[in-house]
């Protein structure tokens, strides 16, 4: 069992940076995909980023590449996601998430992890 605890959330100002981090309980968490999602009010679930058990590689959404790196502290069983030039439309709940991907499986469907955090809530104003 996995369990995943997200904090760093909070309000900003456009272009402002924040960092986000999930703590992962449960031995296995170390051998899994770890993910950033995000859901904003009305609008489906959608993968931010993903980080793969020894680090590399990682893959982001187009909307991030360039904003948000994704990383991960194989000590501490934590995934961090570091968001630069944040902007309005990133105003969203996140939550991070782990599982292994199946080969031909895209990182970005929900449903590849069964483990879920509570979610963090990141606003950014204009």
């Known amino acids: 069992q996995v369990q995943l605890v997200e904090s760093g959330g909070g309000s900003v100002q456009a272009g402002g940076p924040l960092r986000l981090s999930c703590a992962a309980s449960g031995y296995n968490a170390r051998y899994m995909h770890l993910a950033w999602f995000r859901q904003a009010p009305g609008k489906e679930r959608e993968g931010v980023a993903v980080?793969?058990?020894?680090?590399?590689?990682?893959y982001y959404a187009d909307s991030v590449k360039g904003r948000f790196t994704i990383s991960r502290d194989k000590d501490k069983n934590t995934v961090y996601l570091q968001m630069y030039s944040l902007k309005p439309e990133d105003t969203a709940m996140y939550f991070c998430?782990?599982?292994?991907?199946?080969?031909?499986?895209?990182?970005?469907?929900?449903?590849?992890?069964?483990?879920w955090g509570q979610g963090t809530q990141v606003t950014v104003s204009s």
């Open positions: 998430a782990a599982g292994r991907i199946p080969y031909g499986v895209s990182w970005s469907t929900p449903g590849v992890f069964p483990y």
């Open positions: 980080i793969s058990p020894g680090g590399l590689p990682t």
